[in-house]
């Protein structure tokens, strides 16, 4: 297998919205054919595995138009104008959940989708939780509602597919080794 990365010929941006961009490029493999590749450039999100003084594991469940139903997600962000992605998540547990977390531990990072888009997740677990008086509103495109899971109820919520969310999924296994049964 050849390290000798593809080589761009033409780079063609079709769409740019808010957060991301969508590029179609011609590209020289390294065997020396051409080829036209389109990609979801992203610059990244945050994601936290909120956990509750009780044991439990708060996620959100809103409304994804991409795949037009409700999704049970564990709270997460996209990373803006190059913030740190632990300033992301910060600011994102607090909007989505009302909580806020006094201490954070990074799980991992993972690309979600790499046949078609750069974007890559970092994923923190988030301990230490305090309840905030006057959680800061949401996003004007957000409806979130929040959803409280024992450590075996999600784990079967995945197991039966009532859990789809791929950042989800994978930072709840990411998660695992430092969750204590309730």
């Known amino acids: 297998m050849s390290k000798i990365p593809p080589q761009i010929l ?3 941006c079709f769409c740019r919205s808010r957060k991301f961009t969508f590029e179609v490029n ?3 493999l ?4 051409v080829s036209v590749l389109g990609t979801v450039r992203h610059p990244g999100g945050a994601l936290a595995v909120p956990v509750t003084p009780e044991g439990n ?4 469940k809103q409304y994804r138009f991409a795949t037009e139903e409700y999704l049970l997600e564990f709270p997460a962000g996209t990373v803006e104008n190059h913030e740190k992605p632990l300033t992301t998540i910060e600011r994102e547990i607090e909007e989505e959940t009302g909580y806020r977390a006094h201490h954070w531990q990074k799980l991992g990072e ?21 309840k905030l008086d ?8 957000e409806h979130i509602e929040i959803v409280e899971f024992s450590l075996s109820d999600l784990a079967a919520a995945i197991h039966r ?16 080794p430092y969750l204590q049964p309730t």
């Open 10 to 12: 033409e780079r063609h």
């Open 26 to 28: 011609q590209y020289r």
């Open 30 to 33: 390294p065997h020396g054919s």
């Open 57 to 60: 594991l708060i996620l959100v």
């Open 110 to 130: 993972f690309y979600i989708a790499p046949g078609y888009s750069d974007e890559v997740i970092y994923a923190y677990l988030a301990t230490q939780l305090e």
């Open 134 to 141: 006057a959680p800061p509103p949401q996003d004007t495109d």
């Open 161 to 176: 597919g009532q859990v789809k969310d791929a950042k989800t999924v994978t930072s709840f296994y990411l998660a695992l």
